[in-house]
């Protein structure tokens, strides 16, 4: 009787194991250097044959500071990485430090600019790119991926960074695409009211000194972060200050046009845009 219990104990055994979940095994970790941090990522490869082009795609940040714990890399069939995919890219999607449950291996947020009344939009910028930059620098070393022509999009503060990584960028980045790019939109709760909007201008323009990749801003005409107005005058400071940037503006998306990037429906508008954009860079779809 007791090697029957010991028997069928070891099928219980065996059986919770085998309902263990497996690793997904589109998921990576990336050291940040000089921090002792690393990030979650997830890699999505298309069906074309290798080396192929890399894109990075970069997140936003909520409005409310704690949507940022329930933030995960968005999946391999969500629209805008199924777009790139299409076209022979594979897709990085990093988590930046301080989004996720573990906030990035249970570190801080490092991408705040201060004070409403006084941000510092550059220092912002800058944290983020850092963590952009090591993505690419990974996403270069993988098998199967051209280590040179690699893309950088990103959506909000992931937009916001992409513009910092343009103003120094890192080895193998020929271009970046800024998708509703902005920082502190919906100040105190309130859509339509950014902290300190003439230095967020400003300080696109500090990017603008020194970015000399090309770039292509997206924004539409009912965006409740960075409206039509002020995504004119972070583009004219960019460009008086040297920066390269085609602007888009297109008209309104749904309820609110910062989501048209990964909203549902969203490729079918930006990608006619982004499409001549990759071409003059000399990508074909595969």
Request: positive net charge; charged residues 15%.
């Amino acid at each position: 009787m007791r090697g029957v219990i010991l028997v069928v104990l070891a099928l219980l055994a065996a059986g919770c194991a085998a309902e263990a979940p497996a690793a997904d095994p589109t998921l990576l970790r990336i050291a940040i250097p000089g921090t002792g941090r690393d990030i979650p990522a997830r890699l999505c490869r298309p069906e074309a044959p290798g080396p192929v082009p890399l894109a990075v795609i970069n997140h936003g940040s909520p409005a409310n500071a704690a949507g940022r714990a329930r933030m995960a890399p968005q999946p391999c069939t969500a629209e805008a990485v199924r777009w790139f995919l299409a076209r022979g890219f594979a897709v990085l999607l990093p988590l930046r430090r301080g989004y996720g449950p573990d906030g990035g291996d249970g570190g801080g947020w490092a991408e705040g600019y201060g004070g409403c009344a006084s941000p510092d939009y550059v220092a912002g910028g800058r944290q983020t790119a850092r963590d952009i930059a090591a993505a690419v620098a990974l996403g270069r070393s993988l098998p199967g991926i051209r280590p040179e022509g690699v893309l950088v999009v990103g959506q909000s503060a992931g937009g916001w960074g992409g513009l910092a990584l343009a103003a120094d960028p890192p080895e193998g980045v020929v271009a970046v695409v800024n998708m509703a790019g902005g920082r502190g939109g919906w100040a105190g709760g309130q859509p339509n009211r950014v902290c300190a909007p003439d230095r967020l201008a400003a300080d696109a323009g500090r990017f603008g000194r020194t970015a000399r990749l090309p770039t292509l801003w997206i924004y539409t005409a009912n965006d409740t972060f960075f409206g039509p107005d002020l995504a004119q005058a972070m583009h004219q400071a960019f460009t008086a200050a040297g920066g390269s940037a085609q602007f888009a503006a297109l008209p309104a998306f749904g309820a609110d046009g910062h989501s048209l990037f990964f909203g549902r429906g969203g490729s079918a508008v930006w990608g006619p845009v982004v499409e001549p954009f990759l071409a003059e860079r000399g990508y074909r779809p595969r």
